[in-house]
């Protein structure tokens, strides 16, 4: 994207602020997301100026995600521009149709059926991120948008905020990662005061079991509904559940609460 087409998208009448957060800021229309930081001290702004700020990595996770077939923004544009007469990283993405799985957690009147098809999407978003060695260390429903398959198919969940997908290093730490982004969907939830319920919480743990037993497996036979073993079901997301609350509580035992500082549901 060039200096004179961001700079007109910019002065849109139609632009509107979603977040003013410190140095960042996040511009929205219909159809794009403008997000603009200032590098803060030396060394962010040396990261930033050599193409390796926060913006930066953002449009290298979209991209690593987008290769992986895994639902993300498309990225229009990257790079640094003149904002208030502040140098500062820029980053264009697609604006997605649907809204927030917080959102969706928090709208009272979802039907149940419809909440158990966005589970199981969020089951298979997870597998395909740990089948491909990969984790999203800020797996929170703000940064996740739902949105209605073609057709009014099964619910889509594309991820957003792509700055911190990482590799698993080492490989031991599957399950450890695994945890980190259970975590992460109840816990802003939780201080948002819209957990899921348990049964929601429950079936998608048995869909992500039932994804990572399929894509271990031999493709031609894991659709099969008797394929996966019931009982090692139950004991992994059991044992999933025991350990998500107790990095939940460990969480709420050091910073004493999941209230996030910038409400996500106040946001246009």
Same mark, same amino acid.
């Given at each position: 994207?060039?200096?004179?087409?961001?700079?007109?998208?910019?002065?849109?009448?139609?632009i509107?602020?979603?977040?003013?957060?410190?140095?960042d800021?996040?511009?929205a229309?219909?159809?794009v997301?403008?997000?603009?930081?200032?590098?803060s001290g030396f060394?962010?702004? $040396?990261?930033?100026?050599? /193409?390796?700020?926060r %913006?930066?990595?953002? @449009?290298? #996770? *979209?991209?690593m995600?987008?290769?992986?077939g895994?639902?993300?923004?498309?990225?229009l544009?990257?790079?640094?521009?003149e904002?208030?007469?502040?140098?500062?990283?820029?980053?264009? $993405?697609e604006?997605?149709? /649907?809204?927030?799985l %917080?959102r969706?957690? @928090?709208d #009272? *009147?979802?039907?149940?059926?419809?909440?158990?098809?966005?589970?199981?999407a969020?089951?298979?978003?997870?597998?395909?991120l740990?089948?491909?060695?990969?984790?999203?260390?800020?797996?929170?429903?703000?940064n996740?948008?739902?949105?209605?398959?073609?057709?009014?198919g099964?619910a889509?969940v594309?991820?957003?905020d792509t700055?911190?997908?990482?590799?698993?290093?080492?490989?031991?730490?599957?399950v450890?990662?695994t945890?980190?982004m259970?975590?992460a969907?109840?816990?802003?939830?939780t201080?948002c005061a819209?957990?899921p319920?348990?049964?929601?919480r429950?079936?998608?743990?048995?869909?992500?079991q039932r994804?990572?037993?399929?894509?271990?497996?031999?493709?031609?036979?894991?659709?099969?509904e008797?394929?996966?073993?019931?009982s090692?079901?139950i004991?992994?997301?059991?044992?999933?559940?025991?350990?998500?609350d107790e990095?939940?509580?460990k969480?709420?035992q050091?910073?004493?609460?999941a209230?996030?500082?910038v409400d996500?549901?106040?946001?246009?």
């Open positions: 994207m060039s200096a004179h087409e961001l700079d007109t998208l910019l002065s849109s009448p139609r509107a602020v979603l977040k003013r957060d410190g140095r800021l996040v511009l229309d219909e159809r997301v403008i997000k603009c930081r200032q590098p060394a962010d702004r $040396l990261r930033s100026t050599f /193409g390796r700020g %913006l930066a990595r953002q @449009a290298a #996770g *979209a991209a995600l987008a290769g992986l895994i639902r993300t923004a498309t990225v544009g990257a790079g640094t521009a904002v208030d007469g502040t140098r500062a990283e820029v980053l264009v $993405l604006r997605l149709a /649907g809204q927030s %917080l969706v957690m @928090a #009272g *009147a979802t039907a149940i059926e419809v909440e158990f098809d966005i589970a199981g969020v089951a298979r978003q997870l597998a395909a740990l089948m491909a060695g990969m984790y999203n260390r800020d797996h929170k429903p703000s996740l948008i739902v949105s209605a398959g073609a057709g009014g099964p889509q594309s991820i957003i700055v911190d997908i990482l590799p698993i290093k080492p490989r031991a730490k599957f450890e990662q945890v980190r259970l975590s969907l109840m816990l802003e939830p201080g819209c957990v319920r348990r049964t929601i429950r079936r998608m743990l048995r869909d992500l994804e990572l037993w399929r894509l271990q497996g031999d493709a031609a036979t894991a659709e099969a008797d394929v996966m073993d019931e090692w079901e004991k992994s997301s059991r044992a999933m559940w025991k350990l998500t990095r939940m509580r969480h709420l050091r910073h004493g609460t209230v996030p500082e996500p549901l106040g946001m246009p």
